[in-house]
């Protein structure tokens, strides 16, 4: 006789239920509560929370059950004990502010620490006063698209993550509030922002990682960072009016992806801005630089730069070699190099040709880096051009007579892109053939799709 199967799920410890209920959205977790009389209640007491409500162009009744089940869903929570570790509230509807603010507030009060609000419709006068002096909060996600009205007092004594989406920003609000009272704050998000004010000051002593991505107004904008212990640093957007910054001495990895100065920029003095940036970047190990300035002046000229850098990743949309030498001229101890040459869109089906002005040098050539004191620590390369030609066949030989301790050079083509031609694959199946420096190198040649 076969006996009752054994209820296993049942008997696991609530804390092991919690994390296994972690990786559901709230109302697909609510909907577990039919496994079990046992899982009818511990949904309620699950430590993340995370509610988010689409109502464009849907009937009100639907708006009305998502409201009554975040509101039946914290009331549950209230009757509980236990702490809430993660509410996400995500809505393109606009909700009463008199409801939101009784649900921020049951939620403070139950000691949240990653917290995450995106609004599209209301406006600051949700969040209550007690939101803005949480102790507990180690993680917050702002989008507001209205603007915000901060009080006059705040302070996140725990806060190390902070991510703010489609903000205003002011001195005022941030700078002079949120920055000076976030004594443990480590990692800074800025997404689509708006800088309001003529100047910008970003001042935390704490910060680590730092992300600009997709500002506006940093044009009319001089941005001061002061970070001495900034680790990471990811920046794309537009060149800022001036740049203030302090010496990153502990810099580990910038990724910079500058907007390309134009006659605009050198009238109004961007040349010099786009100089300040690039030398707070001199003690860093790893840069990554996409579509970096194509002529040299505005990088550094002196040859020892950017001694620090080990690892060296340039992607550009040009067939200009100005960038690259200009770089690699400043990075004498390098020891990785990826150059990635991508095709500028140009139109859905354009297929990217050479053409005459793509040779523009601004006196760079690459026989300038065939001195034989560069390239001495560089152990891997790996070479992704657009077009095989007669520049791109030099820049390899260039590199190979002279890196004595290169280990691997990989050679990459996207052929879903543009296909090789004949004579192209036959000029990269005689690269394995070329004069180098060092007879330990191993070579790999990639053709594919990425």
Not at 334 to 341: A, D, G, H, P
Not at 410 to 423: E, G, M
Request: with cysteine.
């Amino acid at each position: 006789m076969i006996g009752r199967a054994e209820d296993r799920i049942s008997n696991l410890p609530d804390s092991l239920v919690h994390h296994i209920l972690s990786f559901l959205e709230t109302n697909d977790v609510a909907r577990t509560s039919v496994l079990s009389h046992r899982w009818n209640h511990i949904w309620t007491s699950i430590p993340n929370l995370e509610f988010e409500w689409d109502g464009w162009s849907k009937p009100r009744y639907l708006t009305d059950k998502f409201i009554d089940f975040v509101d039946g869903t914290l009331h549950r929570r209230c009757l509980s004990d236990n702490s809430i570790r993660k509410f996400h509230l995500t809505t393109s509807e606009h909700l009463d502010e008199s409801l939101l603010h009784s649900w921020i507030s049951s939620v403070v009060s139950r000691n949240v620490k990653d917290f995450s609000l995106f609004l599209c419709a209301n406006d600051s006068s949700c969040i209550p006063l007690s939101f803005f002096t949480c102790a507990s909060l180690t993680s917050f996600h702002l989008t507001v698209y209205p603007i915000l009205d901060f009080p006059n007092y705040i302070s996140f004594p725990r806060l190390k993550h902070l991510r703010l989406e489609n903000i205003q920003l002011t001195n005022q609000c941030w700078s002079e509030k949120v920055f000076p009272n976030s004594p443990d704050l480590e990692e800074l998000n800025l997404e689509n922002c708006r800088f309001c004010d003529p100047s910008f000051c970003i001042s935390v002593p704490t910060l680590k990682i730092l992300r600009i991505d997709g500002t506006h107004g940093l044009d009319e904008c001089a941005l001061k960072i002061h970070a001495p212990n900034l680790v990471t640093l990811y920046y794309t957007g537009y060149v800022a009016k001036e740049y203030v910054l302090s010496s990153f001495l502990m810099l580990e990895e910038a990724v910079v992806h500058l907007s390309a100065p134009g006659p605009r920029e050198e009238e109004t003095g961007q040349v010099e801005a786009v100089r300040q940036f690039f030398r707070a970047l001199t003690h860093v190990k790893c840069l990554t630089v996409k579509n970096p300035p194509l002529q040299a002046k505005y990088l550094p000229r002196n040859s020892t730069a950017y001694h620090n850098i080990k690892q060296l990743k340039i992607t550009q949309e040009v067939n200009s070699d100005v960038a690259v030498i200009a770089l690699l001229k400043v990075t004498p101890n390098l020891e990785s190099l990826v150059i990635e040459k991508k095709e500028p869109f140009r139109g859905i089906g354009h297929v990217y040709e050479k053409k005459d002005d793509d040779n523009e040098d601004d006196g760079l050539t690459l026989d300038m880096l065939d001195t034989g004191c560069l390239f001495l620590h560089l152990k891997s390369v790996c070479f992704m051009p657009i077009i095989w030609g007669p520049k791109e066949i030099s820049f390899l030989k260039v590199i190979l007579r002279n890196a004595r301790a290169l280990q691997s050079l990989t050679v990459y083509h996207d052929n879903s892109r543009r296909p090789l031609k004949v004579a192209e694959q036959e000029l990269m199946v005689e690269i394995q053939n070329f004069p180098r420096a060092s007879e330990s190198c191993t070579f790999k040649i990639s053709i594919g799709s990425q």
